[in-house]
């Protein structure tokens, strides 16, 4: 089913009323419309332009219950003309609506007639294309999932099977996976579930000049973003800013996904190592904070090591005596903040001083007391390395015990 056979349904209807016809999508974002008859209102102009229109309007509409409608009617909302709305509908599924507009709102009975049985035309086609793409759609996610199988053989026949696909072309070099992973479920979890994957494809959309294949699984998901260049990124956080924004909307408004963006690679044999680098990276957002909205590979410093440890190595090589010690010996919760500072800031005693707010000889004297404490000395390049590493291992177990699921 093409685009240009919905097209046709929008256009022989709107020359049989001489009213300007379109098609959405059940999220209200468009899918076909009709030249206009001067019965166009700012809202169409934009759904036009946009393909969409502004969240605040879709909420509007949303509200007025259409999703529920199995015959036409009108809808009246703030900012917008009246519209009769045909739901289109085939086999008791929802698949989008069926717009005319009056600036009257009122429809005589062979309009509405007729804007049923094009909607009920455009849900038969609207059904077929939505089981091709599904079809399609599980065997490109079958192809990605052995893309990054742990066996040699399953990945050689999965690159195989993708150029079979011809979804790309071969000027198309550069292979990045951008992973998702959504909030913790918890009762409410099915709905969740199916927003989240929602919101994942919508995301897809920001994507408009290349290629961009997703697998989705309960709360997460990944991109295989295919291109001429590496992706920018002002194209990432698009993506991202998109599937968080659609997420909120249909599942929990309150909710977040976070992101990890692998390496880019040269060919479909290496996706498997920016797959595996995108998912430490969501590891590293889901842990560590302030790593922005979207944490990226080759950005994350020493704990690009130290995540590819298993969570229960990790968590025992968290346990360093030296600063269980300190801890102990700590009376006044201030020796660990104060190695912390002087270990982020390099070593600069006056950079630390002014971060902890601190006079540079309080510093000094805390820094002696470790020492005194733990043996060790500041002056040593393996004891640094023993408490540095020690302190970021700690931070990670600390925030595993917080958000067990990571």
């Not at 379109?22 to 999220?27: N, T």
């Not at 909120?248 to 963006?261: A, I």
């Not at 990276?281 to 904070?289: C, D, G, M, V």
């Amino acid at each position: 089913m093409s685009d240009r056979d919905l097209q046709s349904i929008v256009d022989e209807l709107a020359e049989r009323l001489r009213r300007s016809v379109a098609i959405d999508d059940p999220a209200i974002r468009l899918l076909a419309a009709s030249r206009h008859f001067g019965d166009e209102d700012a809202v169409r102009v934009s759904s036009v332009m946009n393909r969409s229109v502004p969240p605040e309007m879709v909420d509007r509409v949303l509200a007025q219950g259409i999703a529920r409608w199995v015959a036409p009617g009108v809808v009246d909302v703030e900012g917008a003309l009246p519209r009769l709305c045909a739901p289109v509908r085939c086999n008791g599924m929802l698949l989008g609506y069926l717009w005319l507009i009056d600036e009257d709102g009122t429809f005589t009975d062979h309009e509405v007639t007729a804007a049923g049985e094009a909607a009920a035309s455009a849900g038969a086609m609207l059904l077929r294309r939505l089981l091709l793409h599904e079809r399609s759609k599980a065997r490109q996610e079958g192809i990605l999932r052995e893309l990054v199988s742990g066996d040699l053989a399953v990945r050689a026949q999965a690159i195989e099977d993708l150029r079979a696909e011809q979804l790309f072309g071969d000027e198309s070099t550069c292979f990045t996976v951008l992973a998702v992973h959504g909030p913790a479920s918890d009762a409410t979890a099915a709905p969740r579930e199916v927003a989240f994957e929602a919101a994942v494809e919508d995301g897809i959309r920001a994507i408009t000049d290349d290629v961009a294949l997703m697998a989705a699984n309960r709360s997460r998901a990944w991109i295989l973003l295919v291109q001429r260049v590496p992706p920018s990124r002002g194209l990432v956080e698009a993506v991202a800013e998109r599937i968080t924004a659609r997420f909120r909307r249909l599942g929990d408004e309150n909710g977040r996904p976070v992101f990890g963006l692998g390496g880019t690679v040269a060919t479909l044999g290496e996706v498997v190592t920016s797959y595996r680098q995108a998912l430490l990276a969501t590891r590293a957002a889901s842990l560590l904070p302030g790593t922005g909205a979207v944490a990226r590979w080759g950005e994350l410093g020493p704990y690009e090591l130290l995540l590819k440890l298993p969570a229960e190595d990790l968590l025992d090589a968290s346990s360093v005596p030296a600063l269980a010690a300190v801890e102990r010996e700590d009376t006044h919760n201030v020796l660990i903040a104060s190695l912390t500072g002087f270990f982020d800031h390099g070593g600069n005693i006056q950079r630390a001083a002014d971060s902890l707010r601190i006079h540079r000889t309080t510093l000094y004297q805390r820094l002696k007391r470790i020492e005194q404490i733990t043996g060790c000395s500041l002056d040593s390049g393996d004891d640094r390395l023993m408490l540095h590493l020690g302190l970021k291992l700690r931070m990670i177990a600390a925030a595993y015990r917080e958000h067990p699921g990571h």
